[in-house]
């Protein structure tokens, strides 16, 4: 039986060739090669997986990164596993640099918290660890019942700004909620500048009107008890969009961890330019970028949007020249052999506060 000396293979679970792109720069940091596999879709949409090498006892990483059609990515990861740990492969790990599903990790009205059944699902196809980076909220690492390595964006994403950004000295970080403060103070510390927090919204984004919390509760007339009282649920109301914190003359950096729907960092960079802001940049680790955001981009305020590459997106940079990638292959090719080897993970989370 052929084995490598190295022990460990790398493998790519995607079908399109746009999403192996980081998978072969991983390899080549490492300097193996990528493992023999076959990803491919059946003409009735299911998906097929065939490796054509020998796993038997060794240490296996998936490389899956999340296109568009997020179903279908998740569905590849899955059969590849099984695959592999029908194989015998000693341990599966899926490096998976934007955990889909993530902002659905709470329950809302009716719904399910989907990244918990996510998580049931990778264990019960064989993965046995998790390497991913910047979870959307931190707590999702609890919904498994394997180690998770949540690394870190924002080294990479401060070094772009100290190089990239000219007079950077004399901008300040912009939280467009107060949600994102915590991110962007960690930011401002390292960075040593200024924050500032966009507060209040134009209209209510939520639809929770429907779901009955917010509406007075229903006069009955009985006659006989009338059982508990409840005192009267004030409705919610965000206040007019104001700033917290001088941006004028400065330019302005709005850090998050996803950009999607680039209308709220539209709005935001709108109201940063009416406050005196010069130049408006937008750092998130990943830029999932849907439906018309490079139009929107292209044509708001927006000077600069930075996203790491934990998400192909080549089509929209085509679309929007305002879209700039920063290659975080290093620290997942880092991750992959401290693992293999045994080492501490600690390097790599040095200087890393518990808010970014």
Do not use: W
């Not at 460990?8 to 080549?28: D, H, Q």
């Not at 103070?185 to 040593?192: G, H, N």
């Not at 940063?272 to 708001?300: N, Q």
Request: hydrophobic fraction near 40%.
């Amino acid at each position: 039986m052929n084995v490598p000396k190295s022990g460990y293979r790398v493998f790519s679970a995607n079908s399109s060739a746009a999403c192996t792109e980081l998978a072969k720069k991983i390899t080549e940091r490492l300097g193996v090669e990528l493992g023999k596999s076959v990803v491919f879709q059946e003409s009735n949409r299911e998906t097929r997986v065939d490796v054509k090498e020998s796993v038997r006892g060794q240490t296996i990483f998936i490389i899956q990164t999340i296109p568009r059609d997020v179903n279908t990515a998740i569905m590849e990861l899955l059969v590849m596993a099984y695959a592999l740990k029908t194989s015998c492969a000693k341990n599966i790990i899926g490096v998976i640099p934007y955990f889909p599903y993530s902002k659905q990790c709470k329950m809302r009205k009716r719904g399910s918290i989907v990244s918990k059944l996510l998580a049931s699902m990778l264990a019960k196809a064989g993965l046995t660890h998790i390497i991913t980076m910047d979870l959307h909220q931190k707590e999702i690492q609890g919904f498994f019942s394997f180690p998770v390595d949540n690394l870190r964006a924002s080294p990479f994403l401060i070094q772009y700004i100290q190089e990239e950004i000219p007079d950077y000295r004399n901008a300040i970080i912009v939280a467009k909620s107060p949600a994102a403060a915590k991110r962007a103070q960690s930011y401002a510390e390292r960075l040593r500048l200024g924050l500032a927090v966009i507060h209040g919204e134009a209209q209510c984004s939520e639809s929770d009107m429907a779901d009955g919390r917010h509406s007075p509760p229903c006069v009955r007339n009985t006659t006989g008890h009338t059982g508990l009282e409840l005192p009267l649920m004030m409705a919610k109301e965000k206040p007019p969009i104001t700033v917290v914190g001088d941006v004028g003359g400065r330019i302005a950096i709005i850090v998050d961890d996803i950009i999607d729907d680039v209308g709220d960092f539209v709005a935001a960079a709108e109201i940063l330019k009416e406050r005196g802001a010069y130049k408006i940049y937008i750092m998130a680790t990943h830029g999932l970028l849907s439906a018309d955001a490079p139009r929107l981009i292209e044509e708001s305020a927006i000077d600069e949007v930075v996203v790491t590459n934990t998400v192909p997106h080549e089509v929209q940079k085509l679309q929007c020249p305002k879209i700039k990638t920063v290659d975080v292959s290093m620290i997942l090719a880092e991750a992959i052999r401290r693992i293999h080897n045994g080492e501490s993970m600690a390097y790599l989370f040095r200087n890393i506060t518990v808010d970014d």
